[in-house]
Nanobody, 127 residues
Framework: QVHLVESGGGLVQAGGSLRLSCAAS????????MGWCRQAPGKEREFVVA????????NYADSVKGRFTISRDNAKNTVHLQMNSLKPEDTAVYYC????????????????????WGQGTQVTVSS
C-alpha cells in the first residue's frame, strides 16, 4: 500500500485553471505508475489520466484530452495534474492513485489498474 495525499483543489470559474498535486510515500516511487481519477456527485468513479513510472507514457480520458496535463517528479515523489479550460462537468472529487508496475513501464487505463488511493480533493467549476 502507498500513502497518497492530494492538494490543490478548490473553486474556479469555467475556463479557469487549477493544479492538483499528490505526494506519495511509495519507496521506490519509480516502481509505481500514477494517475488521477474522479467521482462526480451521483456518478461512478472514472479514470481521468495516468503516467508510467518513467514519465514517458501517458493515457488520457477523451473528455480531458488537450485540457489536462499529468506530470511527475521522481526526485520528489510527487505527481501533478494541470487542469486548464475547466468546465462545470469537471466538477468532482479528484483522487490520486498508484499502481505497482514492478519493472514494467506500463500506463494504466482503468480504475482496476491502480492499487492505492488518496482521500481525494474537491474541484468545483462554476458556470
Amino acid at each position: 500500500q502507498v500513502h497518497l495525499v492530494e492538494s490543490g483543489g478548490g473553486l474556479v470559474q469555467a475556463g479557469g485553471s487549477l493544479r492538483l498535486s499528490c505526494a506519495a510515500s511509495a519507496r521506490p516511487f519509480t516502481r509505481y505508475a500514477m494517475g488521477w481519477c474522479r467521482q462526480a456527485p451521483g456518478k461512478e468513479r472514472e479514470f481521468v489520466v495516468a503516467i508510467s513510472w518513467s514519465g514517458s507514457n501517458t493515457n488520457y480520458a477523451d473528455s480531458v484530452k488537450g485540457r489536462f496535463t499529468i506530470s511527475r517528479d521522481n526526485a520528489k515523489n510527487t505527481v501533478h495534474l494541470q487542469m486548464n479550460s475547466l468546465k462545470p462537468e469537471d466538477t468532482a472529487v479528484y483522487y490520486c492513485a498508484a499502481g505497482d508496475s514492478g519493472t514494467n513501464d506500463y500506463t494504466p487505463r482503468h480504475l482496476g489498474d491502480f492499487d492505492s488511493w488518496g482521500q481525494g480533493t474537491q474541484v468545483t467549476v462554476s458556470s
